[in-house]
């Protein structure tokens, strides 16, 4: 099998279809500068291992392996991200399917979940995640917090829905204000594809 690099995954729709929850030219920045910086960097450390090991050449193995997981990490949440959105012309306002069911039972209602959730991204330290996946030993629905990009995803925990919350992804639009840029958000989330995750998980 012939190796590959990693690619920035084209989005589902128009970089002007977020709005107005998302502008335009934040979302254009965001995937064209952020989201392709991880993707380039994750194939830069790719180049310096096959390199290093055609030479016969030690390299910084904590420091290399620390920054690949870094844009590894980085490149899979926002692909995860970006399809987890929606323009809100073609969603729901609440979830659907089984998802819905999920909600209701772990957080008792929809407007639980949203607090939650909301609470774990306005409260991310510094650039961060809010995550909610699902835990395969508990079958639970749970709230998670990733702070930059390394994730906590190990194979047990698998992503229904994350909110990026690094100032990258909203100072345009709401400069400072995250709180504001994390009440948007709701307008746009697929839940479509958050009920497909959920599908594939328990199949
Ligand atoms: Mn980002």
Redesign the pocket.
């Known amino acids: 099998m012939e190796k590959k690099p990693y690619v920035l995954p084209e989005l589902g729709y128009g970089y002007k279809d977020l709005e107005p929850w998302i502008s335009e030219a934040q979302l254009q920045l965001?995937h064209q500068k952020?989201?392709a910086a991880y993707v380039k960097g994750a194939n830069a450390i790719l180049e310096t291992l096959d390199k290093n090991r055609q030479d016969g050449v030690d390299g910084d193995a904590k420091a290399l392996a620390k920054a690949f997981s870094f844009n590894a990490a980085g490149l899979l949440l926002?692909a995860l991200?970006w399809e987890n959105l929606a323009p809100a012309a073609n969603t729901t306002a609440k979830p659907t399917g089984k998802f819905a069911t999920l909600i209701d039972n772990e957080f008792g209602s929809f407007e639980r979940f949203k607090k939650e959730f909301s609470q774990t991204a306005a409260s991310a330290e510094g650039s961060g995640w809010s995550a909610l996946v699902y835990c395969r030993q508990t079958n639970r629905p749970l709230l998670m917090q990733i702070e930059k990009h390394n994730t906590n995803v190990i194979p047990m925990f698998r992503v229904l829905l994350v909110l990026?919350v690094?100032e990258?992804?909203y100072y345009l639009d709401y400069k400072n204000d995250r709180a504001k840029y994390v009440e948007a958000f709701w307008n746009i989330v697929n839940w479509q594809e958050v009920d497909n995750r959920l599908g594939a998980i328990l199949k």
């Open positions: 965001h952020h989201h926002h991200f990026d690094w990258h992804a």
